[in-house]
């Protein structure tokens, strides 16, 4: 793997912003537009017009989610670190105020979305970022104490307890999949003891297998993605039209638009199951392209939280961690969910899914990484992981830090 310290890896603009993480955004973000648009085109009802509306409103959320990439990108890392506990019990407070009686908007048996005046926004998404923010937090602040049980395990498996019932009670298990999945891949990159971590997966494996089979619809969906084909016009009508679409793409796909399952077979085919659409318009080769943007994208979240410790910034680095592997968890999760590997989760799969919450989040969270990217390369940071600001030498051009031999 390339160093960190070769000048190629951050390579960057006079803004100080990342050329490869730029490229990859841009390439996440079209790909999704165009995606949705052919996922989309064809429900014109009664209309003889193509259906662009949808498009339209996705075009909007991709702007709002690049002013919201911008200003975090300009945001001083240290202000996420200080204020990271806040954040978190803001969002706590959203999913909270989402269970009372007449405020949230119920879909499909599911309490997840808050209304204002026709704008729908899902608490539980931004739950995800603040939680990853959350965590390098506490990742940073107990990095010595990382190697006792209470320290390490017991205090942060507290705040997910709490997090966990109030996303288990819209219900949203796949949220909270991805959140557990994600502060537990951090906490192993952040050093906790690996026999903690084995002790927790066990319990978290327990707790869910649990939940399972306590819940009738969580059994149902298990029992349809193990045998789909059992009941094909019922519990697993989803999923046999999702490996339908898959299987008619073949190696090269049918041709971009020419999807017949979105033609009203697909449930969900332009957020959840859009990636069976992917599938069966371009193939076997559309569905590895997308495998192939997202493991760049751990990639470069890597690199980039691997640049951060070496220039001794334990928060950014953290932070970056985090960023890249919940992007890639969830996005892996909805692959898995489309292909028929893992049952239905009602997860979408990042900036290319139709969605406003989803799309500005996603965004969200390539600004942090370009804000560590920028930080940097500006300033150094302290040991306790928050920046010490300096006063840059005029027209010096900014350029990695070589690590020591």
């Known amino acids: 793997m390339t160093s960190l310290s070769n000048e190629g890896f951050l390579e960057h603009n006079r ?35 193509p259906e662009t509306g949808l498009l339209f409103r996705q075009f909007l959320h991709v702007c709002m989610g690049l002013l919201l990439t911008a200003a975090i990108a300009f945001t001083p890392i240290d202000l996420w670190y200080r204020f990271g506990k806040q954040i978190l019990i803001i969002a706590m407070i959203a999913l909270i105020v989402l269970l009372i009686p007449g405020v949230g908007h119920e879909v ?35 990095r010595a104490r990382l ?11 507290i705040v997910m307890a709490v997090l966990g019932l109030l996303l288990l009670a819209q219900p ?17 990159l952040g050093g906790v ?23 009738p619809y969580r059994m149902v969906r298990v029992l349809s993605f193990t045998d789909p084909f059992a009941d094909p016009f019922n519990s697993g009508f989803q999923l046999v039209q999702a490996l339908i679409a898959v299987g008619r793409g073949e190696l090269f796909g049918v041709g971009l638009g020419g999807s017949i399952q979105k033609l009203y077979y697909l449930p969900h085919a332009n957020n959840d199951f859009i990636l069976a659409i992917v599938g069966e318009e371009l193939g076997f080769f559309g569905i590895s392209f997308v495998v192939f943007l997202f493991g760049t994208l751990l990639w470069l979240a890597l ?14 680095a953290r932070l970056a961690e985090g960023i890249g592997v919940f992007l ?38 390539v600004g942090f990484l370009f804000a ?26 900014l350029r990695t830090t070589r690590r020591p031999t």
């Open 15 to 49: 803004l100080g912003v990342n050329m490869w993480l730029m490229g990859l955004f841009a390439v996440l973000l079209m790909f999704g537009l165009l995606m949705v648009y052919s996922s989309t085109v064809a429900n014109s009802d009664k209309s003889l017009q």
């Open 108 to 142: 499909n048996g599911s309490t997840r979305w808050i209304s204002i005046n026709g704008i729908r926004f899902q608490p539980a998404e931004f739950a995800k970022l603040a939680m990853v923010i959350y965590a390098a937090g506490y990742l940073t602040r107990m």
């Open 147 to 157: 190697d006792t049980f209470s320290q390490g395990i017991v205090m942060i498996a």
């Open 172 to 188: 949203d298990f796949g949220s909270f999949v991805v959140i557990t999945a994600t502060v537990g891949v951090m906490m192993f």
């Open 193 to 215: 003891r690996i026999w903690h971590m084995l002790l927790c997966v066990g319990v978290v494996a327990c707790a869910i297998t649990f939940m399972v089979t306590l819940s």
């Open 303 to 316: 690199q980039t939280a691997r640049y951060a410790e070496q220039a001794g910034q334990l928060f950014a």
């Open 328 to 365: 890639v968890i969830q996005a892996l999760i909805n692959i898995g969910v489309n292909l028929g590997v893992l049952p239905t989760k009602g997860l979408t799969l990042p900036f290319i899914s139709y969605g406003g919450s989803s799309m500005l989040v996603c965004c969200a969270a």
């Open 372 to 397: 560590v990217q920028r930080q940097c390369l500006e300033q150094p940071f302290t040991k306790a992981g928050v920046h010490t600001p300096i006063r840059r030498v005029a027209g010096t051009r």
